[in-house]
């Protein structure tokens, strides 16, 4: 099940949140949110519940256990058996795939089928076992309290990924205002527009042309762009979506995106895309490896390290491992050529798109051949058959161009902060309603709804 679907909208989510709404004390509410978010997962993923649950019970019991003696040996523990878990699901056809090919190997593939969120509810379960590690006082004595923390159905299958310090108080105390309600209501259908309106209607053009690797020149870049503004609407409308329900039903996520594009530095552009991700890294990765106090050599080796995770953590190929190294290779480069005070703003922006939008190639590619001729399409070596360009040109059309120039627009932080001025308060509750009409509309219209983020 998907925010953006007809059964969660008109089905799933009124029958929840009027139950949150009549059902009195945190309890209650709790009581309600624990089932409700395993049937959604298990709309998804009937199989695979038992897993989510075994990860619950195996996390609730290693953060009793790093709270007494041998806590160090414990914490290890818990950290090996979480990511075996998710090496077994996630990357076993991955790490067989590359020894077949490295060793000429013939090794069978058993062909697991990824389950929905694990790279998202791991890296959950683990926050909670460090940081009850860290601080003792965070430990959860209810299983059910823990179990709604890992599984709680606004940010199970796509994130944010939520830190369990962040949010450890308000999974037994917090308070939904009337303020809380229409706010966060007003976020999940500017997320739902987002997603449907920009994303969807721009994700068509950027499958049609990456299905014919480019194409020529000018087709590549409008498909290249056209997936940078989908990967972005996409995921940061489902993370709005679910930063707007978790606060109607009385949890304040922090923020995932705060207008990437818009950076001047690929440093920056991790400061602003994807934050919950790049915050657990940094706290739970690259802080414990030394961070950046131990010399420069080492700074890049730590920063390295991430990205080559990060990468992997997005997915089974190669080409996200490269993806994330091409960024923590700018990222470096920055850093030695001190970019940010010798480079002038302007020109260090271009750098950064370019970086950003090209190793999206890697990223949007199935395989490295593929990311290969999508790059000589680019530079202007490709080529494609008048059907198959055809078949690109019968997608541009003034919606799609409409479309395009919203989802450039909305990439600067001016159009945000007009739309939460005291003076657009109004217009913007205005603008929502008839978002959601649209988006009414576009389910009722479209069957492309693809969501990118559910291959992670």
């Known amino acids: 099940m998907v925010f953006s679907s007809a059964i969660f909208l008109f089905g799933f989510l009124p029958i929840v949140f009027l139950g949150h709404l009549l059902l009195p004390g945190i309890r209650a509410k709790n009581a309600l949110?624990?089932?409700?978010?395993?049937?959604?997962?298990?709309?998804?993923?009937p199989v695979y519940i038992i897993l989510l649950l075994i990860s619950v019970l195996m996390n609730w019991f290693f953060g009793r256990m790093v709270t007494g003696k041998r806590a160090k040996a414990w914490l290890v523990l818990a950290v090996m058996l979480n990511l075996a878990m998710l090496g077994v699901f996630k990357y076993t056809d991955f790490f067989l795939g590359s020894l077949n090919s490295l060793f000429s190997l013939n090794i069978p593939l058993p062909g697991i089928r990824l389950p929905i969120g694990i790279s998202f509810f791991t890296f959950q379960a683990l926050s909670y076992v460090v940081d009850v590690y860290r601080d003792k006082a965070l430990y959860q004595k209810s299983f059910f309290s823990l179990a709604l923390y890992i599984s709680f159905f606004p940010q199970l299958i796509a994130g944010p990924i939520v830190q369990y310090g962040d949010i450890a108080a308000e999974l037994s105390e917090r308070k939904v205002t009337v303020t809380d309600v229409s706010e966060g209501l007003k976020r999940f259908i500017f997320g739902l527009s987002r997603k449907l309106l920009i994303a969807n209607t721009l994700g068509k053009i950027a499958d049609a042309v990456f299905a014919i690797e480019g194409g020529t020149a000018a087709v590549a870049w409008i498909g290249l762009l056209c997936y940078c503004l989908q990967i972005y609407y996409d995921f940061s409308g489902y993370s709005d979506m679910a930063i707007g329900l978790g606060r109607m039903l009385g949890f304040h996520y922090l923020e995932n995106f705060r207008n990437p594009y818009s950076a001047a530095t690929v440093q920056e552009f991790w400061r602003k895309w994807h934050i919950s991700l790049s915050s657990w890294f940094r706290n739970y990765?690259?802080?414990p490896l030394g961070g950046n106090r131990r010399g420069k050599l080492r700074t890049f080796i730590n920063q390295y390290i991430v990205?080559?995770?990060t990468g992997l953590w997005h997915g089974a190929s190669w080409n996200f491992v490269i993806w994330g190294l091409i960024h923590g290779t700018a990222m470096t480069a920055e850093k030695a050529l001190d970019v940010k005070n010798r480079i002038p703003r302007p020109i260090s922006r271009i750098f950064m798109l370019l970086v950003v939008a090209l190793a999206f190639v890697f990223f949007r590619a199935e395989t490295f051949p593929d990311a290969m001729h999508y790059f000589?399409?680019?530079f202007g070596g490709g080529s494609a058959s008048s059907a198959e360009l055809q078949?690109?040109?019968?997608?541009?059309?003034p919606w799609t161009g409409a479309a395009a120039l919203m989802g450039i627009l909305l990439c600067f932080p001016a159009p945000k902060r007009l739309a939460e001025s005291s003076a657009a308060e109004y217009l913007s509750y205005a603008a929502a309603l008839i978002l959601f009409f649209l988006c009414v509309g576009n389910l009722s219209a479209s069957t492309f709804n693809p969501f990118i983020y559910f291959r992670f």
């Open 285 to 287: 990765v690259y802080i």
């Open 33 to 45: 949110h624990l089932p409700a978010s395993l049937i959604f997962y298990a709309a998804g993923e």
């Open 307 to 309: 990205f080559f995770l």
């Open 391 to 397: 078949s690109v040109f019968r997608l541009l059309t």
């Open 376 to 378: 000589a399409a680019l």
